[in-house]
């Protein structure tokens, strides 16, 4: 199975912040990386398909990036509702395997 | 607008089953497989496996093997998930999400508002 490494596993921030998280895969996925957000007590949301794409309804603030092993998830600017925990989820391969997720705290 | 709806929490003793359902809704049931995806309390997501909703083919996680079914009744657009002989360890929130994209290399948009299973004494 691939094991997708994400970093850091949690991380405290103010609003406005830029925020970077990273994820890394045990060997070669392409592009199929896709990011979730989730908050407390939901469902996961996608929010990034295919390492780059916005999913409809997020905001631009949200950037994705990477290829093969590494890749970003980047939010330019940290607003309130930003906070809750992401989770990186590889597709290139039978079976999926998610990250172990990165909490975004308030600072 | 696409919905996946679960059905509610259940309570079960150790070394019975639980099924889950997923009321699927707002785009073409068969056109899309379904896949489960489980989260222990304050852990993160693992996948269960998928099933087609066009011919009902499956795959499962080996952890799972023997262990699990998974099923879709076309008439009624709903996905169904049984696991067999519960331990405590499979307590957990258990989602379905439909999957977009690539057969089996696609994303998980959306999902089910999940169902707590507990399995307690």
């Known amino acids: 199975d691939i094991q997708m490494t994400q970093s850091p596993s949690s991380l405290s921030a103010s609003v406005g912040d830029r925020v970077t998280i990273t994820c890394r895969a045990s060997?070669?996925?392409?592009?199929?990386l896709n990011w979730y957000q989730q908050k407390p007590g939901k469902a996961p949301q996608l929010f990034i398909y295919?390492?780059?794409n916005l999913q409809t309804g997020v905001p631009s603030r949200f950037s994705g990036s990477g290829s093969g092993t590494d890749f970003t998830l980047t939010i330019s600017s940290l607003q309130p509702e930003d906070f809750a925990s992401y989770y990186c989820?590889?597709?290139?391969?039978?079976?999926?395997?998610f990250g172990g997720g990165t909490k975004v705290g308030i600072k | 607008q696409v919905q996946l709806v679960q059905s509610g929490p259940e309570v079960k003793k150790p070394g019975a089953s639980v099924k889950v359902s997923c009321k699927a809704s707002?785009?073409?049931?068969?056109?899309?497989?379904i896949s489960w995806v489980r989260q222990a309390p304050g852990q993160g997501l693992e996948w269960m496996g998928w099933?087609?909703?066009?011919?009902?083919?499956?795959n499962y996680a080996q952890n799972f093997q023997g262990r699990v079914t998974m099923t879709t009744d076309t008439s009624t657009t709903t996905a169904y998930m049984e696991l067999r002989s519960l331990r405590s360890d499979d307590t957990a929130v258990y989602y379905c999400?439909?999957?977009?994209?690539?057969?089996?290399?696609?994303?998980?948009?959306?999902w089910g508002q999940g169902t707590l299973v507990t399995v307690s004494s």
């Open positions: 999400a439909r999957e977009v994209g690539a057969i089996a290399r696609g994303w998980f948009d959306p």
């Open positions: 707002g785009y073409t049931f068969s056109s899309y497989g």
């Open positions: 099933i087609s909703s066009y011919n009902g083919n499956t």
């Open positions: 060997q070669y996925i392409s592009n199929n």
């Open positions: 295919s390492a780059s």
């Open positions: 989820h590889q597709s290139y391969t039978s079976p999926p395997t």
